[in-house]
């Protein structure tokens, strides 16, 4: 599944790429030059280390069987177990194959309906996902995030800096539902609401997208949020409007306005860049994850009361502990809609 010779001769050509004295005389193309060769030389590093442990569980099950060891074998079962499970991952880092699916990713979660459930939900979404980018050691990048006035997000946008971060995460994209006893209804009812999860791939300074200063309408304000902390003091905030479009992003992480400026940019080339490859594509749903395409509006139910369950209604996968899930243990459903994606966009067989 992975040609390993083809692999370590683009390092080697990369290698002496890097080892070039005006390399960084164009920053683009450097940057391009060492995160392909550092996701190459990551891959690498993944295959050797999970053959050198199965060498190691092969010794171990040599000399338990050899030895009579009943719990040296049931060790070397349960590293087998995890080796295995390691593998089916490196088999669906193959299969993100897309034009961006290298690319890091730039998350947007909206609340829907739902009132407060529906924004305490979203917050809950949000923090699902830098819980599963902490599990894995990925950075997260907060641009933007509006609270609501009793609970909960409006609106939260942030990226997860991860190799393949936008092929991974943009099977997330879609409407995603959660069934509870509302914890703002004094009357105890149960509650339904909905949160809507946008993935679009991080732009790079190769890609071609150039906005005329005319099309950008710029409004500053002053940042929001929980705390007093130093940012809410100055009118630091960022909202961009692309007129031709009408897409809006804003920015207040940072306490520069210049400085949440050029992150609200980076957003914004991020979404046009979408709508770029979309036009030309005839579709939305290839880069924005069939928000409202061939998935439904509905991609996963979470489901805390009448019974325990989070289920994905595309590729039918269900667990029954809610919480972990919400703890950022989602990488089956990652996996399951990696692979569901895959086949459903192979052509029929004749």
Known sequence: ????????????ELGEQVAAPDLWDDQANAQRITGRLSVLQADIDRVTSLRGRLDDVEILVQLSQEEGDADSLAEAETELARIDKLIEQLEVRTLLSGEYDSREALVTIRSGAGGVDAADFAEMLMRMYTRWAERHK?????????????????????????????????VESGTHRLVRISPFDNQ???????????????????????????????????????????????????????????????????????QNKASAMVILKAKLLALKRAEERA??????????????????????????????LRTEYEVGNPQAVFDGDIDDFLEAGIRWRRGAHQPAAN
């Open 283 to 312: 579709t939305l749903d290839e880069l924005r994850g069939d928000v409202q395409g061939s998935w439904g509006d509905q991609m996963r139910s979470y489901v805390l009361h009448p019974y325990q369950m989070v289920k994905d």
């Open 188 to 258: 105890g009812r149960r509650q339904t609401s909905f949160a809507a999860v946008e993935v679009v791939p991080v732009i790079e300074q190769t890609d071609n997208i150039e906005i005329p200063e005319e099309e950008i309408r710029v409004d500053v304000y002053r940042s929001s949020g929980p705390g007093g902390q130093s940012v809410n003091t100055t009118d630091s905030a960022v909202r961009l409007t692309h007129i031709p479009t009408g897409t809006v992003v804003s920015c207040q992480n940072e306490k520069s306005q210049l």
């Open 1 to 12: 599944m992975l040609d390993l010779d083809a692999m370590r001769k683009e390092i080697v």
């Open 138 to 170: 990925y950075p997260v990048d907060v641009y933007d995030t509006s609270y609501a006035e009793e609970a909960g997000i409006k609106s939260a946008t942030f990226a997860v800096h991860a190799p393949y971060g936008y092929g991974t995460l943009s």
